[in-house]
């Protein structure tokens, strides 16, 4: 991230136009001449370079204008500019405006997983404009960056320990506590969440933060950490398993949501609780049909094993409750049902509380990060009976698989107490300015912002 911006520097102008303001831009006669010539006219992602041409005739740059088109600008309306601007060359901002949408949007875009491959090339780089609002955009994209790294990590580099270890080093640069649950202690105290990791060498651990002042609210936070998904003994096919490292994602989103949180010093105490697992396949692994306990102590009929985050979180939330939480927020690649309802970009959240639902809703529009609310529909709770259980962990119906499985976690969650569920892809199926393909944190700012709009409404 840091080799994307500069304090300062000998740097070019950057003008940011849209189709309206183009005729009052601060260009020069002969800048603004060379863009009419090149049939410039404030598109969105237009991108011209404005040449400079010495009395010698000697070349080279001298500036740039970026078009915003007519839409609302987001911080991808500036996240092609950091490989759209020539290599290692420097800007700034001609004007104060969006700075912080450009903060966030260049830095968003320079983004390239470069563990084991270098990127091709060096991103161009942005001063920074000095405002108060860079310091918020620049913990909001390290965290989403950390986000990405994590996604993006192949399992064998990235399991139950390794994805722990990264939730240990958030808390330790906050200074906030960190305690883990292994072993022993977890088969006892979250018997779903050893059903799912048993038949992994690679033993399951929960990963704990606690961080805030005693008289804040508590906002619980539950991270689906699957880091990989065979599907167990219901094996997927291979295509579905290409992308299963990226199971790990709610964690990874919920980790960037506590960091952030943390960063901001935000009016919450905050209790982040990653379910940090991975569902393989062996002697040892938890089987259709058998009937597993749950730390609500609540008994579940495996109708698939390949349905296993549910049960993961099933734990957590019944953990996170026993703390008296203000809210219950958790995130988790859930379903591929909310995929096929939604697409890519757009996570179904769900809540069992109107005004919480409201206000991430609220929270996502302003972030331009937008949600889509899904109901929790009773009609189908029933789908979830078992004849030897106390439910199963699917339904035998074909349909409406989000809202089964938000349906499944609403078992685990008090009736009083405010929750939301995000169901999210995590994931950027294609290269699009400002999301890189790969791991994302999808609906990061979207709760970040929505949580600020709830903590005002129940001061």
């Not at 005729?23 to 800048?31: I, M, S």
């Not at 107490?417 to 609906?443: C, F, S």
Request: glycine content about 12%; some cysteine; aromatic content about 6%.
């Amino acid at each position: 991230m840091e080799s994307c911006f500069a304090e300062a520097g000998d740097s070019l102008p950057l003008h940011i136009v849209t189709p309206a303001g183009l005729a009052a831009a601060a260009l020069p006669p002969g800048q603004r001449a060379y863009c009419e010539a090149c049939g410039f006219t404030g598109q969105a992602q237009r991108l011209i370079l404005l040449p400079a041409l010495g009395g010698d005739g000697s070349g080279g740059l001298a500036g740039a204008v970026l078009g915003l088109g007519d839409g609302p600008v987001t911080p991808m309306s500036f996240g092609g500019l950091a490989f759209g601007l020539p290599q290692g060359s420097l800007w700034h901002l001609a004007a104060p405006d969006h700075a912080a949408a450009a903060v966030l949007g260049w830095g968003l875009g320079a983004y390239r997983y470069g563990r084991f491959k270098q990127p091709k090339r060096a991103p161009a780089r942005l001063v920074l404009p000095g405002a108060a609002s860079d310091q918020a955009a620049l913990a909001q994209l390290q965290a989403t960056n950390h986000a990405r790294d994590l996604i993006n990590t192949p399992a064998n580099a990235l399991g139950p320990a390794e994805l722990a270890a990264a939730v240990g080093d958030v808390a330790a640069r906050h200074g906030a506590r960190f305690r883990l649950i292994e072993g022993a202690a977890l088969a006892e105290g979250f018997p779903a969440v050893q059903a799912v990791g048993g038949g992994s060498p690679r033993a399951p651990r929960i990963a704990i933060v606690e961080w805030g002042e005693a008289d804040a609210p508590l906002l619980a936070l539950c991270g689906k950490g699957v880091c990989f998904d065979t599907g167990g003994l219901d094996l997927k096919p291979p295509s579905a398993m290409l992308r299963m490292k990226k199971d790990m994602g709610g964690a990874a989103v919920m980790l960037a949501l506590a960091d952030c949180l943390m960063a901001a010093r935000a009016p919450w105490r905050i209790l982040l609780v990653v379910g940090a697992v991975e569902n393989s396949v062996s002697g040892e692994a938890f089987r259709p049909g058998d009937v597993i306990a749950t730390r609500a102590g609540l008994s579940v009929e495996i109708g698939n094993t390949d349905a296993e985050g549910r049960l993961v979180l099933a734990d957590l939330l019944t953990f996170a409750a026993e703390h008296q939480p203000a809210l219950i927020l958790n995130g988790a690649t859930l379903t591929g049902a909310a995929r096929v309802a939604l697409g890519p970009d757009l996570p179904a959240l769900f809540a069992n509380d109107d005004a919480l639902a409201d206000a991430l809703l609220q929270g996502g529009d302003a972030a331009h990060d937008p949600l889509w609310r899904l109901p929790l529909h009773d009609g189908y709770d029933s789908w979830l009976d078992s004849g030897v259980a106390d439910l199963n962990n699917v339904s035998s119906k074909p349909s409406a698989g989000a809202v089964v499985a938000a349906l499944f976690l609403r078992r685990f969650v008090p009736k009083a107490v405010p929750w939301a569920h995000l169901d999210l892809y995590a994931w950027n199926d294609a290269n699009r300015p400002g999301r890189p393909e790969g791991g994302e944190a999808t609906g990061l700012r979207a709760l970040q912002s929505g949580l600020a709009i709830y903590r005002d409404s129940i001061r």
